[in-house]
């Protein structure tokens, strides 16, 4: 007899009615520190290379997917993204309408496993999948070493 099969009544279970508080940080890792480091200090962005597979990632991180070697071939991403898919928000996370529409893409490069989720800065009409765009980025001393470093991209 299976777990599911003899759970008939599943509040005899010990539970917990209310609001629990749950503090937690997440960290970027090492990988994710680096990355950010460079964008902040460099206005680049880095791709991790495995020297096995020749496997490019972004974002970077510390093994291969396929090999799971060692990833310590980086280097600045070249050319531009290439627009995947699209949504357009018009409400923000609580549900509150937003003054103009916002565009939000999924990002991916020529020759790279992965992609960045970022904001574009287009009117809804001209994001398609295919879109070339460029990341504009904060002015050097504003930027904090986090994604919002890139203020979005454009065509």
Sequence with gaps: MTFLERTTKPDRFRAWKGDMEADYRYTSGVAGERFF??????????????????IRYLPPRMY????????????????PATVETVTVVHVDAKGTPLPAP???????WKGIRGGLVHRLATAPERAKPGLAVRPVLRPRPERVGNITDILHFAP
């Design 37 to 54: 480091t460079a964008l902040r200090d460099t206005g680049k962005l880095l791709a991790a290379r495995c020297p096995s597979c020749d």
């Design 64 to 79: 291969c997917e396929d090999c799971f070697g060692p990833l310590a071939d980086w280097s600045a991403v070249d050319g």
């Design 102 to 108: 916002q565009v939000w893409a999924i990002l991916r």
